[in-house]
C-alpha cells in the first residue's frame, strides 16, 4: 500500500462505499417525500373524492353539492 515507504496510497473503497451510501439516502429520501405529498394530494381534493362517489351513483347532484359546500368551509 505504499506504507513501507512513507508515501501515501489512495484506497478507493472507502470513497466508493461511502458514495454509494449517498446515493442510497438520497433515494430514500427522495422516494418517502414523494410518497409523502401523493398521499397528501390524493386527501385534500375533496371535489375529486366526492365526484368519484358521485360516478359511482353513490350520491346524487344535491348530496354531492351539499357535502362540498360543507367539507370546503
Given amino acids: 500500500m505504499g506504507l513501507e515507504n512513507d508515501s501515501f496510497s489512495f484506497f478507493p473503497f472507502g470513497a466508493i462505499f461511502c458514495l454509494t451510501l449517498f446515493c442510497f439516502v438520497a ?30 351513483g353513490e350520491l346524487n347532484e344535491k348530496e354531492y353539492h351539499r357535502l362540498k359546500d360543507l367539507l370546503t368551509k
Fill in 27 to 56: 433515494v430514500r429520501i427522495y422516494a418517502i417525500r414523494n410518497r409523502y405529498r401523493d398521499f397528501n394530494q390524493k386527501d385534500c381534493d375533496i371535489a375529486l373524492i366526492l365526484k368519484s362517489r358521485m360516478a359511482k
